[in-house]
């Protein structure tokens, strides 16, 4: 598609050739068709982008930023599209920076334990190349055979073994990027320390609303020796949610704590034919891991809280086929409902532990007032919870239900302590719960802060604030 032909009221011809000079005619997108393939993410929000470029390293970015400021073009970052939060689609149009071109690893340093990545690199892509090694690294967000680095950093990605290991900010040893002026930063160090503010932390979570990341310095783990893991069946998903409170009250450290319940483990037990009765409410997966000679013990005092809340079936994965089936069921577990309905609506509230019993009643109830099914797949050992509920978008009343009902859920979560986002962020899902979360203050604050960074507003907008804030701390005032 030639510049002449696609240049339109937002993207003038001078932008175009430009762009096009910096990346080349091949990785400028404006037809109609490429368009919409990076429209979206893994929500129902949608946003056409008025054209799509694919740099390939960071001096194109640096350019293309440069031209982004000249013509006060809004830009989003975007990685493999899987946000569960409207965080790469272009909501208000705008330019988006696809960067799954730059997928390299530029350095590995075993002795220290840190790899330098390009933030296009798939998190699973890196693990392949890290297990043979011996090493890996440990945030393994569910979509990690598509998700990137990028957007793990972008959303601070939560996973299964961030119980034991942490989330993605405990990972990130430093950043480069790009900010919205085009000057590239440099942020952390390789290693640990407590010199001035804690930029790379600022940058981790912050949705690409305040900068493009390029590089990204790992913390790397060794791959523990030995792993056993359990699944626990139950006929109540309260008596589950009291396990799993009681797994991490004495003390154990599981790497992993998760848990299926309600419509969800029905469905997944059908579509991987797990083989478990119809009066199976709720599944944990629960693994150890560590030296061989230490684990056995943790596993017995495991199975005893299990036996005391009264588990159906309580069985030790005997083969890598039998865990590699759980996990499995256990990451396709979103895709498995859509054998019901064409959507479904999810959200990723976080509780304290103590509160998981009470808030997995609390979905049964939610889901009756608004005549809904809600069934959940959970982090639980960390009290993040994904409710999900099948629907028919194509029918308002069923959209609408689910909304409702998702909001009940967001307001019970932050009212016993809770946070509305436990890894999936606000984009444009969240939106009016940040309400819930902080007050008027605290959101200029931060509004603030992003105007700082990006005093015209053209990273990622139309994402985090409410619009009262928005209004209230105009583009180019931050005062
Ligand atoms: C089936 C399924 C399971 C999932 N399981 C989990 C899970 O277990 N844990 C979890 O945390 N999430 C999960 N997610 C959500 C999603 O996969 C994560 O948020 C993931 O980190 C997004 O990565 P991505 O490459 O797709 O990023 P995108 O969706 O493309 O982008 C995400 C955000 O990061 C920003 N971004 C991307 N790249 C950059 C960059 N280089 N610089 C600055 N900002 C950038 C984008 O602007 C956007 O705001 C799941 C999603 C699906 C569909």
């Excluded at 002449?4 to 990785?27: C, M, P, R, T």
Aim: proline share 5%; charged share 20%.
């Amino acid at each position: 598609l030639n510049v002449e032909y696609a240049a339109n009221e937002h993207l003038s011809k001078a932008l175009l050739s430009d762009l096009q000079k910096i990346v080349g005619e091949e990785w400028l997108l404006m037809r109609q068709r490429d368009l919409i393939v990076y429209s979206y993410d893994s929500t129902p929000f949608r946003g056409k982008p008025w054209a799509v470029i694919l740099p390939k390293n960071t001096e194109e970015i640096r350019q293309v930023v440069q031209l982004f400021k000249k013509h006060s073009m809004p830009a989003v970052c975007r990685g493999a599209g899987t946000s569960l939060s409207g965080g790469p689609v272009p909501a208000e149009g705008g330019i988006v920076v696809a960067l799954t071109r730059m997928d390299k690893i530029i350095e590995i340093d075993l002795e220290n334990g840190w790899v330098v990545v390009e933030p296009g690199i798939r998190n699973q892509a890196l693990q392949k190349v890290l297990h043979p090694l011996g090493y890996w690294f440990p945030p393994d967000p569910a979509s990690m055979s598509v998700a990137t680095i990028g957007g793990n950093i972008g959303e601070n990605a939560g996973g299964p073994h961030c119980l034991k290991y942490g989330v993605t900010s405990n990972h990130v040893l430093g950043l480069e990027m790009i900010l919205p002026d085009g000057e590239i930063v440099y942020t952390g160090s390789l290693s640990p320390g407590s010199t001035g503010y804690d930029l790379t932390g600022l940058i981790t979570g912050s949705e690409g609303t305040l900068a493009m990341i390029t590089k990204a310095m790992l913390r790397i783990s060794p791959l523990p020796e030995s792993t056993i893991t359990t699944m626990a069946v139950f006929g109540s998903c309260i008596d589950a949610a009291v396990t799993v409170f009681e797994i991490i009250k004495a003390g154990l450290n599981p790497s992993v704590l998760e848990m299926i319940e309600g419509i969800m483990l029905k469905e997944v037990n059908e579509v991987y034919n797990l083989g478990y009765s119809s009066s199976a409410e709720a599944l944990l997966i629960i693994e150890v891991d560590g030296k061989a000679d230490t684990l056995d013990h943790e596993v017995k005092q495991i199975n005893e809280i299990c036996l005391k809340n009264m588990v159906q079936i309580l069985k030790t994965a005997e083969s890598e086929e039998e865990r590699e089936l759980l996990w499995l069921a256990r990451r396709g577990g979103t895709s498995a409902l859509g054998r019901l309905k064409p959507d479904s609506a999810e959200t990723d509230i976080v509780v304290p532990r103590s509160q998981l019993p009470y808030m997995v009643e609390k979905f049964r109830e939610i889901g009756e007032r608004h005549g809904v099914t809600l069934g959940a797949l959970m982090h639980a050992g960390d009290g993040n919870c994904h409710p999900q509920i099948p629907f028919d978008a194509s029918i308002p009343e069923e959209k609408e239900a689910a909304e409702k009902a998702l909001w009940d859920v967001s307001q019970e979560a932050t009212s016993c302590g809770g946070s509305i986002s436990g890894e999936h962020g606000i984009g444009m899902e969240k939106i009016q719960g940040m309400r819930l979360m902080f007050s008027t203050d605290e959101l200029i604050l931060m509004r603030k802060l992003k105007l700082l960074f990006d005093p015209d507003d053209l990273f990622n907008p139309g994402k985090i604030f409410p619009q009262d804030v928005l209004a209230s701390t105009e583009r180019g005032n931050i005062i």
